[in-house]
């Protein structure tokens, strides 16, 4: 954990496995008017919200142990109010949905930079100003999608997911092992 908080200035959890990126990325934020504390997995950030909920939160989705999706239904849980921001190098529109449902107010694909997390802080939920994509996905994306959508209705269990997408589960695997296409 990194930068105890006092004074008046809104407090903020991040929370990213990744310590380099987490460093730069609280520097930036904290030059921006936030109080920032560190964690690097969902305990840890657990601990600091129990200890002192945040009024706004950053949060990797994919740490070892379990995923952020955990800790954004525990943040909101904790406090409803705290506005979540999910932080992704793995994009998909199954966990972008997941997470809303959890109590996120954005989700953002990684590389963000600490200007995008402001902003997507200040956009409500529904906000017609957020950009809408005018490309429409390729189908290699669009298959990259329908395969998360599944993997996560399936709870991660790669042989019920290849079962349900008709696919050898060997098969499904080399592709999970893909990064996702971008467009």
């Not at 969902?42 to 601990?47: E, F, R």
């Not at 402001?118 to 298959?143: C, H, K, N």
């Not at 329908?146 to 080399?174: F, V």
Request: glycine letters at 6%.
């Amino acid at each position: 954990m990194s930068t105890p908080l006092a004074d008046d200035r809104p407090t903020l959890l991040l929370v990213d496995d990744d310590e380099t990126f987490c460093r730069v990325l609280a520097g930036a934020l904290e030059s921006r008017g936030f109080a920032v504390r560190t964690a690097h997995d969902v305990p840890q950030g657990l601990a600091a919200a129990e200890s002192e909920p945040p009024e706004y939160a950053v949060i990797d989705l994919k740490m070892p142990g379990p995923s952020g999706l955990e800790l954004v239904a525990r943040l909101h849980a904790l406090d409803p109010h705290t506005r979540i921001v999910v932080l992704t190098g793995y994009a998909s529109i199954a966990t972008a949905v997941e997470a809303i449902k959890l109590g996120a107010v954005q989700y953002l694909a990684k590389p963000a930079d600490a200007d995008q997390v402001v902003a997507a802080f200040d956009r409500l939920e529904g906000d017609a100003r957020a950009p809408v994509e005018a490309r429409p996905l390729s189908v290699a994306r669009l298959e990259w999608e329908h395969i998360q959508k599944i993997l996560l209705e399936c709870e991660g269990n790669i042989s019920e997911t290849a079962r349900r997408l008709g696919m050898h589960r060997r098969t499904l695997q080399r592709k999970l092992a893909k990064r996702p296409v971008k467009r």
